[in-house]
C-alpha cells in the first residue's frame, strides 16, 4: 500500500532524504548533480512510499522571478521524479496536486523546468509554456538563457502574466532554471 507524506526539508529524518536522493540519481540515471539536490531542498516535499520503498520524489522551493518590472515570489518545483517499475500509477499526479496546494496557497505563481517528455503531464495539470525569453539575474548582471527556452512552464494563478514576455530567475550555482 503507498502513502503520501508531505514534509519541510528540516522535517524530514536523514534517512528520508538520502532515500529521496538516491531515487532522483536512479530515476535520472546518474545525472543529478549535487547543486541538483540543494535545489530540491529547502521548501516541501511530496514523497511517495510504498512500505519502507521510496519510490516517489518531488519538491517545491521558493524562488524569485522578474517579470514586467515586478519580483514575484514563486513556488519552484524540483527534482520530480517516479522510480521506473511504479510510473503511470498516479503517484507524479499526487505529489503534483500536494505541490499545487503548497503554490497556490503560499506563492504568486508556480514554475518549473520540465523536460519535452514531461511537458504533456504539466500542461494536462493547468501549467502552461512561458513561451517569452528566459534569462537569469547573475552576480554579473542580467544574462539571457536561450536554452532554457520552450521548457520553462508556470502555474500562474494569484496574477496575470504576459507569458510572451521575458522572465528571469534569481541566480544559483548550477544549472540556474
Known sequence: MTQLRVAHTADLDRASLDAARALLVDVFE??????DWEHALGG?????????????HASVVQRRLLHGGRALRAGYVEGVGVRADQRRRG??????????????????????????????????????????????????GIERTPQEDGCIHVLPHALSLDLSG????????????
Open 44 to 56: 516541501v516535499h511530496a514523497l511517495v512510499w510504498d512500505g519502507d520503498a521510496l519510490i516517489g
Open 166 to 177: 521575458e522572465l528571469c530567475c534569481d541566480w544559483r550555482d548550477g544549472d540556474v532554471w
Open 30 to 35: 546518474g545525472d543529478l548533480s549535487d547543486h
Open 91 to 140: 503517484h507524479a499526479s499526487a505529489m503534483m496536486q500536494a505541490l499545487e496546494r503548497v503554490v497556490r496557497g503560499a506563492y504568486e505563481l508556480g514554475a518549473l523546468g520540465a523536460t519535452e517528455e514531461a511537458a504533456k503531464f504539466y500542461a494536462a495539470r493547468g501549467w502552461r509554456l512561458w513561451r517569452g525569453p528566459s534569462a537569469a539575474l547573475t552576480p554579473t
